[in-house]
């Protein structure tokens, strides 16, 4: 195994990971559990892809796969935030719409091939040995997926807006006491966790696989709500999470194609368990609390 390639493709694998989780712990910051990651990723692989194909443009795909799964998780928001529908229930009808549509639109693409993606061409970087093609020969999304999870962090950590988002998550009643606006803030908070799941959708069917396969997301976005739990809601366990699922996806990829003895089937298991354990293991050694009010419905009157 290429060390050079290995890492390579493990930045690339775990993008669209990266992309879906460190929006949905945005969305749980804000005290809002959204169990429809899968289906907004789904969502966006194929408008992404059907975008991209249609305008020759993959830049245009995932814009528009972030614009279409935000939408789709706005649906999310109106049914939980307004209309006070039970969390858990709505999001896995999320997921289930998102499957449905996908495979209703997908039809028509299926055996297309998506425009590539051009690699970003950094003078100097790219032509360091080894560090520049491991590092520094990756498209642009790959990059943003990374100072997505630094602004989160800053934005958490520094920000005003991002103090009122944490106060809406710890405690809705005080922070509504306080004058916040709660629904508009988690209304806020959700777009951006469909935006993201979007983004990485389309990265599966624009990047990693460039062709429409129903299902092709495969649940990644259920991996990426327990990398968002077990990286105890922080932006650095969530990076960690989804680089160790990307790691030893490419690995078990690697060992099936080298024909190892190993049965396909506990490889093809290894990182969603691997991952997990790992996650376990960190989450209980250095745990913090989950927002205070992740799932509890916000009534204004009270």
């Given at each position: 195994?290429?060390?050079?390639?290995?890492?390579?493709?493990?930045?690339?694998?775990?993008?669209?990971?990266?992309?879906?989780?460190?929006?949905?712990?945005v969305?749980?910051?804000?005290?809002?559990l959204?169990?429809?990651?899968?289906?907004?990723?789904?969502?966006?692989?194929?408008?992404?892809f059907?975008?991209?194909?249609?305008?020759?443009?993959p830049?245009?795909?995932?814009?528009?796969?972030?614009?279409?799964?935000?939408?789709?998780?706005?649906?999310?928001?109106?049914?939980?935030?307004?209309l006070?529908?039970?969390?858990?229930?709505?999001?896995?009808?999320?997921?289930?719409?998102?499957?449905?549509?996908?495979?209703?639109?997908?039809?028509?693409?299926?055996?297309?091939?998506?425009?590539?993606?051009?690699?970003?061409?950094?003078?100097?970087?790219?032509?360091?040995?080894?560090?520049?093609?491991?590092?520094?020969a990756?498209?642009?999304?790959v990059?943003?997926?990374?100072?997505?999870?630094?602004?989160?962090?800053?934005?958490?950590?520094?920000?005003?807006?991002?103090?009122?988002?944490?106060?809406?998550?710890?405690?809705?009643?005080?922070?509504?006491?306080?004058?916040?606006?709660?629904?508009?803030?988690?209304?806020?908070?959700?777009?951006?966790?469909?935006?993201?799941?979007?983004?990485?959708?389309?990265?599966?069917?624009?990047v990693?696989?460039?062709?429409?396969?129903?299902?092709?997301?495969?649940?990644?976005?259920?991996?990426?709500?327990?990398i968002?739990?077990?990286?105890?809601?922080?932006?650095?366990?969530?990076?960690?999470?989804?680089?160790?699922?990307?790691?030893?996806?490419?690995?078990?990829?690697?060992l099936?194609?080298?024909?190892?003895?190993?049965?396909?089937?506990?490889?093809?298991m290894?990182?969603?368990?691997?991952?997990?354990?790992?996650?376990?293991?960190?989450?209980?050694?250095?745990?913090?609390?989950?927002?205070?009010?992740?799932?509890?419905?916000?009534?204004?009157?009270?």
């Amino acid at each position: 195994m290429d060390p050079v390639l290995l890492v390579a493709s493990i930045m690339v694998s775990a993008t669209p990971i990266l992309l879906a989780a460190i929006g949905e712990m945005v969305v749980e910051k804000s005290g809002v559990l959204n169990l429809g990651v899968e289906g907004m990723m789904i969502t966006g692989a194929v408008m992404g892809f059907a975008i991209a194909v249609t305008t020759g443009s993959p830049v245009l795909g995932f814009l528009g796969a972030a614009v279409a799964s935000a939408v789709l998780s706005l649906s999310f928001g109106l049914l939980t935030q307004y209309l006070l529908s039970n969390q858990v229930a709505t999001g896995l009808g999320l997921t289930l719409v998102g499957l449905g549509l996908s495979a209703l639109i997908g039809s028509n693409y299926e055996g297309q091939r998506a425009p590539s993606l051009a690699k970003l061409d950094i003078p100097g970087l790219g032509d360091i040995p080894v560090l520049g093609p491991m590092v520094f020969a990756h498209d642009f999304v790959v990059y943003l997926s990374l100072a997505l999870v630094a602004a989160v962090w800053a934005f958490l950590k520094y920000t005003r807006a991002g103090l009122i988002l944490r106060a809406v998550g710890e405690d809705h009643e005080s922070a509504h006491a306080l004058g916040y606006k709660v629904v508009r803030v988690r209304m806020l908070a959700i777009a951006f966790g469909g935006a993201c799941a979007g983004l990485g959708g389309a990265y599966v069917s624009l990047v990693r696989v460039p062709q429409w396969t129903e299902g092709m997301t495969a649940g990644a976005g259920w991996i990426a709500l327990a990398i968002v739990v077990f990286a105890s809601w922080r932006p650095l366990g969530v990076l960690i999470g989804a680089y160790l699922f990307g790691g030893v996806t490419v690995i078990q990829l690697n060992l099936q194609a080298a024909g190892t003895t190993v049965p396909v089937e506990l490889l093809s298991m290894s990182p969603y368990l691997i991952t997990i354990i790992v996650l376990v293991i960190i989450s209980a050694r250095g745990a913090q609390g989950a927002p205070g009010s992740l799932g509890r419905p916000f009534h204004a009157a009270s």
